[in-house]
Nanobody, 120 residues
């Protein structure tokens, strides 16, 4: 069974930065597309960014230009560097593996989620 463990969430002021990490079991990110999704209170889960097994990246419009997804396949870990954070980025961020490319709501395996709160 796939296991995903996130870390790196927290409280940050608008304009600040956070880096999320997700370590998967085995070499899962070398086998299947990894990604980050988020879910804000009262809203549907949405795609943030994905990275393919070859390192090709894909971003939702809200993340493009501010967020960067990367992977260290040797460490079975993907990252999400988030810069210039805005209050509307506040959400639980979920690590994912196995979603189809550009799948807006995601499927496959999920981590437990890490809270990101952007507030002054």
């Amino acid at each position: 069974q796939v296991q995903l463990m996130e870390s790196g969430g927290g409280l940050v002021q608008p304009g600040g930065s956070l880096r999320l990490s997700c370590t998967g079991s085995g070499n899962i990110f070398s086998i299947s597309t990894g990604g980050w999704y988020r879910q804000a209170p009262g809203k549907q889960r949405e795609l943030v960014a994905q990275i393919s097994t070859r390192g090709v990246t894909n971003y939702a419009a809200a993340a493009a230009g501010r967020f960067t997804i990367s992977a260290d396949f040797a460490k079975n870990t993907i990252y999400l560097q988030m810069n210039n954070l805005k209050p509307e980025d506040t959400a639980v961020y979920l690590c994912n593996v196995g979603s189809a490319w550009s799948d807006r709501s995601g499927n496959g395996a999920w981590g437990q989620g890490t809270q990101v709160t952007v507030s002054s």
